[in-house]
């Protein structure tokens, strides 16, 4: 029971002592900025897999790597690039209709929050209120829903 607290208390100042060192490591000068999205992940391994690529074909052509060995690690790469080229516009295509249904959200939200489109006319004075009242502006007659479609 006490060893279990005097842990505790170990471990805990343990944290107090290499969290502050691990917060100025992660926001040190060295380390840049990374794009974590799915989408940014999936256009930096494609990018890798065209560096590659490029690596296989200058190394072929110092004659570094026999025929056979480049075809079949040319379509090796070239299979890996379809792949993720597939997997960007798949997660391309995901952005474009999250933004859609964003979008469609956004409208009928405008929609509802907007007053409904009627005449409100006044049925005693004849006066057009601007906007939707109970009673009219002008003389203060009662303005029910079936009078404003008059
Ligand atoms: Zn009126």
Same mark, same amino acid.
């Given at each position: 029971?006490? +060893?279990?607290?005097?842990? #505790?208390? &170990?471990?805990?100042?343990?944290?107090?002592?290499?969290?502050? +060192?691990?917060?100025?490591?992660?926001?040190? #000068?060295?380390? +840049?900025?990374? !794009?974590?999205?799915?989408?940014? !992940?999936? $256009?930096?391994?494609?990018?890798?897999? @065209?560096? *590659? +690529? $490029? !690596?296989?074909?200058? /190394?072929?052509? &110092?004659?570094?790597? &026999?025929?056979?060995?480049?075809?079949?690690?040319? #379509? *090796? @790469?070239?299979?890996?690039?379809?792949?993720?080229?597939?997997?960007?516009? %798949?997660?391309?295509?995901?952005? /474009?209709? /999250?933004?859609?249904?964003?979008?469609?959200?956004?409208?009928?939200? &405008?929609?509802? *929050?907007?007053?409904?489109? %009627? !005449? @409100?006319?006044?049925?005693?004075?004849?006066? /057009?209120?601007?906007?939707?009242?109970?009673?009219?502006?002008?003389?203060?007659?009662?303005?029910?829903?079936?009078?404003?479609?008059?």
């Amino acid at each position: 029971m006490l +060893l279990g607290i005097a842990l #505790a208390i &170990a471990a805990g100042a343990a944290m107090f002592v290499v969290a502050p +060192l691990l917060a100025t490591g992660g926001a040190g #000068a060295g380390s +840049l900025p990374v !794009d974590v999205t799915p989408l940014g !992940d999936l $256009k930096r391994r494609r990018l890798v897999v @065209y560096e *590659n +690529l $490029k !690596d296989l074909e200058f /190394e072929y052509q &110092a004659g570094k790597i &026999a025929p056979q060995d480049f075809q079949s690690l040319r #379509a *090796n @790469y070239m299979g890996e690039a379809a792949a993720l080229m597939a997997a960007t516009q %798949e997660a391309e295509h995901l952005k /474009e209709s /999250e933004a859609m249904v964003e979008r469609e959200v956004a409208a009928r939200r &405008a929609r509802r *929050n907007a007053p409904p489109v %009627e !005449d @409100y006319t006044c049925p005693a004075c004849g006066f /057009e209120n601007p906007l939707p009242v109970k009673f009219c502006g002008e003389c203060g007659a009662r303005i029910t829903a079936r009078s404003r479609k008059s």
